[in-house]
């Protein structure tokens, strides 16, 4: 039975989530990959329990992960809560979220409240829980009324199943819009969980400026380019990475020859750093005084050690930003 490692506290850092009571760890993990189907439970195991010993707190899930095992992640994390995990519930901040493709039909999709309401309920049933931290829609919906969606979601709150709403995957206009709502029904939004990393920065346009000034905390997802921005394909695309697997989108979206061009500068420049190139691209992130946390996935422990070391050296200077903006320019 594993018992968490006492000095759990004593090196992580922690940010309070916009103006909310919640703080995050510096660095959270997700479980979009590598907790279905890739890996035993004993290895999802060392994975999380490495990340909780290290003061990781928090931990990210949907409805959808495990893919093609649809759900396969929370019945896992559901499983390592009963064994080992849930004697700290007290301690752990999870979350989960609706909005993409899960079940046939006209009512497994978007964010209709019908949809919303059934998916958090299976989601509670598959982890064992009976009320998760944070519930997410997970993306908009461009047909479904605004108002139907959140009022969705501050409904869940007051029905016990969240303490905590929050939104993912939307633009600024639309995501000021739902805050308003949100705080109009006086269940305000924790969190916004955007895209963010060195090639992709539209959240630089207004959102992360919205975020500041609604006191809605960010929490910044594939922010290693699922890997691209880490040394994992310098020399080719290794056996058992993500991008070596059937069905995952990493090559596509980034290992283009002009990404990896742009990756191999980087990787020299993290390196006068004296860190790794994930360290860099993480701290790069955390830069932004409006990101609470870095939402992260590893398929080890090895992996989160070498990512939660990034808190080491957070510190850019001009010269260094300017070098990484000329690099991402090409
Ligand atoms: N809201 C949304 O729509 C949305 C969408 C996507 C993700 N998310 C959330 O964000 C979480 C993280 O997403 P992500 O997995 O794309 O994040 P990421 O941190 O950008 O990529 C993680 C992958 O990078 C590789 N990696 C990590 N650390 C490394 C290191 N130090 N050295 C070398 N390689 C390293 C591993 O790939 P290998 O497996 O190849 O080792 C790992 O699985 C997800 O689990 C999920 O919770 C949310």
């Known amino acids: 039975m594993y018992e968490a490692a006492e000095n759990r506290y004593d090196t992580m850092e922690y940010k309070r989530s916009g103006r909310s009571g919640i703080m995050l760890p510096r660095v959270s993990l997700g479980l ?30 949907a409805n959808n992960y495990g893919a093609p095992a649809r759900g396969k992640a929370e019945e896992n994390f559901g499983a390592i809560l009963a064994s080992d995990l849930g004697k ?3 301690e752990l901040f999870i979350s989960t979220k609706a909005g993409f493709d899960f079940w046939p039909g006209p009512y497994g999709n978007w964010g209709s409240r019908k949809y919303l309401m059934a998916s958090l309920d299976s989601s509670l049933k598959r982890m064992g829980l009976d009320c998760v931290d944070v519930f997410y829609h997970h993306r908009p919906d461009p047909e479904t009324p605004l108002e139907e969606t959140m009022g969705a979601l501050s409904d869940i709150v007051r029905q016990g199943k969240a303490l905590y709403v929050g939104i993912s995957n939307y633009q600024a206009e639309e995501a000021g819009k739902a805050i308003a709502i949100l705080k109009a029904n006086k269940t305000p939004c924790l969190l916004h969980q955007p895209r963010y990393n060195m090639f992709e920065r539209w959240v630089e346009d207004g959102l992360l400026e919205l975020l500041d000034r609604e006191g809605v905390g960010c929490i910044c997802y594939s922010p290693l380019a699922q890997g691209a921005l880490t040394g994992r394909y310098l020399e080719g695309i290794p056996e058992g ?3 070596s697997r059937e069905g995952t989108t990493v090559g596509s979206r980034y290992l283009s020859e002009e990404n990896m061009t742009k990756v191999r500068a980087l990787n020299q420049l993290a390196q006068e750093r004296g860190q790794s190139l994930a360290q860099m691209a993480l701290a790069w992130v955390l830069r932004r005084p409006e990101v609470t946390s870095v939402l992260i996935g590893a398929s080890s422990p090895a992996q989160l050690e070498d ?3 990034a808190l080491k050296h957070l510190d850019f200077t001009q010269e260094e930003l300017q070098s990484i903006d000329r690099i991402l320019k090409g």
């Open 241 to 243: 990475s993500r991008a």
């Open 307 to 309: 990512n939660v070391t």
């Open 32 to 61: 979009w990959q590598n907790f279905g189907l890739e890996k035993t439970l004993e290895e999802q195991k060392a994975i999380l329990f490495k990340a909780f010993d290290m003061g990781i707190t928090h931990f990210d899930l």
């Open 88 to 90: 700290y519930r007290d």
